[in-house]
């Protein structure tokens, strides 16, 4: 499943290609992708897209000459977002299951093609049918929002909230992260790099961390997230970003898949365990 930094390197690469077009047609092949809305194609003809936002892993494409639509997508387990442009090339995408996906458009797995008007396509495919994309208005979008935590990395993230939050919470430090309504952002993967970054080991109860320890696990958790976005997201299960490439940030984690190796900070072999009902990793020597 795609992280924060694969959506969002899937939303920036996404902006470059839909970036003032306009949508034409929208074909869905699929009507459990766009729910119960008989409207979705018809709302969305002739809309120009004016931006992209996201709310975690939640991708919101915005209108100019709409204000107050929005269109949600989230890719789920084996969503993509691809973009061929007018001459048939695969200039977009998301999170490949098989090579055969990018090879054919539209193809076996594709939902929603929406056309647009210099010729280009996007198109979202969904193997498994749990991604979606939905209409939603200004109301909506709120509620949407109000379901999520602060994220790590947004402008306004306060360190001493989260650490207040935190001491509200008897749940292991683990669970407490994986929560969206909580902090928004965090999967698997990126919650035990945090936690390995601030020294705190993953079965803790999250009220009895100290402030100290709270402040590094809340700057840890953005350095982390900023570090995977820059390198293009991890790569796991073949995903791949908008233009096809794979990310490369699985060199640079410390703990995640790791275990039985020795850490890369003090030579302990990184265990793996079982928190919160997710496969966990991290260093019995760093991590207290
Ligand atoms: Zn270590």
């Not at 915005?62 to 639509?69: A, E, Q």
């Not at 200004?138 to 001491?167: H, N, V, Y």
């Not at 430090?173 to 994986?178: E, F, G, P, T, Y």
């Not at 100290?212 to 293009?232: F, H, R, S, T, Y």
Request: hydrophobic content about 40%.
């Amino acid at each position: 499943m795609p992280e924060l930094p694969e959506v969002e390197t899937v939303r920036m690469q996404l902006w470059s290609k839909l970036s003032g077009r306009k949508i034409i047609r929208v074909k869905v092949f699929h009507e459990k992708t766009v729910g119960a809305d008989g409207g979705f194609s018809r709302k969305l003809k002739g809309l120009t897209f004016a931006d992209i936002n996201r709310i975690g892993k939640l991708l919101i494409f915005s209108f100019r000459n709409k204000p107050g639509l929005y269109l949600l997508g989230h890719l789920k387990m084996t969503g993509q977002f691809f973009f061929v442009d007018k001459k048939g090339k695969l200039v977009g995408g998301g999170h490949a299951v098989s090579a055969a996906d990018t090879i054919q458009f539209p193809g076996r797995h594709t939902r929603v093609a929406f056309h647009l008007e210099d010729g280009g396509t996007l198109y979202f495919n969904d193997m498994r049918l749990f991604g979606y994309l939905r209409l939603a208005n200004e109301k909506s979008l709120q509620e949407t929002r109000a379901r999520f935590g602060p994220e790590p990395i947004a402008a306004d993230f306060d360190p001493e909230q989260f650490a207040d939050s935190l001491k509200k919470r008897k749940s292991s430090i683990k669970a407490v992260l994986l929560d969206q309504t909580f902090v928004a952002g965090l999967g698997n993967i990126y919650v035990d790099e945090a936690l390995f970054y601030a020294g705190i080991k993953p079965t803790r109860q999250a009220n009895k961390l100290t402030r100290v320890e709270a402040a590094k696990l809340a700057g840890g958790a953005k350095i982390i997230l900023e570090e995977a976005i820059k390198n293009g997201g991890t790569t796991f299960q073949h995903f791949v970003d908008a233009e096809g490439k794979k990310g490369n940030h699985s060199a640079h984690l410390q703990v995640f898949g790791r275990q039985g190796l020795p850490c890369y900070r003090c030579g302990t072999i990184i265990k793996k365990t079982r928190v919160a009902g997710r496969g966990t990793h991290y260093c019995p020597g760093c991590q207290r």
